[in-house]
């Protein structure tokens, strides 16, 4: 079967999304290393981008320097800094911002020249609120005190219902908004992916013409590059995995599927269906009745390239087949 061009043929800047896909916790992710630094020789820019709030862009790029990765402060983009954007889009300089939320999101408010404020007492002209660790009950009370007021401004730097840390996944901000929310009765403008302001500021900073986004969640990544427009891929090195690839709605389904990201710069195979079959590369799969049939098994990725379109295209959902322990087994032969 032929291949086409590498995902990253095109694209004049690389926009990434961090845990998961460069790194996990303190250790850089198993080949992003090198397959950045071959990213960099052809001349692409690099960019990362994050939802996480409660770190500053100099402390995530001091991260990524100790991995190796030359960065600064303003190769990275915030949800926090296109939350501001959506505050200073709305709200006069100098304006009362609560603040909800840690350093990461405290120094990138007061830097955009608003007043920050911790109580609903004075009287803001907004809440702005983004995940912290220290975060607690107080906070979250203020928070909903100041919105008792209909037209007052919220915005929410992300909804991520986890967070991953050191031990696991945790509850990540979303969790945070659904208390506020459950409290006033509405919802905030979100910065953060799968929203797409945190796109446009990032194609804003890196001035990008041909921006190529990777991430390894579908429902704030790859739904994210979708709704803005950017052409996308997945990685198998994080959160999702085959079964979550099967069953991804079409708003989240990416463009390409890469073990790791050695694959932006490696020919992509096709995909061509031949009958009632998919094929990719060696491997091909197709949908029978209420089943995915495996014909060939070719490469892992490939398999999951095609049983991926096989199941897209079936009209039958994931969750009403019975997929085979070949394709849900596949995330361990990627590793």
Partial sequence: MRSGA???????????DLDGVVYKGRDAVPHALDALADVRARG?????????ASRTAAAVAAHLGELGLPAGPDDVVTSPQAAVVLLAERLPAGARVLVIGG???????????????????????????????????????????ALADPDRLWVATNTDWTIPVDRGLAPGNGTLVSAVHAAVGRLPLVAGKPETPLFTTAVSRFDAGRPFFVGDRLDTDIAGANAAGMPSALVLTGVDGPKEVLAAPEKARPPYLLRDLRGLLEPYPETVVKGSGTHVGRAVARVEGAELRVVRAGEPIDLLRAAAHAVWTSGVGAYALRIPDAVLGLRASLR
């Avoid at 590498?6 to 990434?16: K, M």
């Fill in 6 to 16: 590498a995902p990253l043929t095109d694209a004049d800047v690389l926009l990434l």
């Fill in 44 to 52: 692409v820019r690099i960019g990362y981008i994050t939802n996480n």
């Fill in 103 to 145: 350093e990461g999101l405290t120094s990138v408010v007061a830097a955009a020249g608003f007043e920050v404020v911790r109580s609903a007492d004075d009287g803001p002209d907004a809440v702005v609120q983004g995940f912290s660790p220290e975060l607690g009950w107080r906070d979250i009370a203020e928070a909903s005190f």
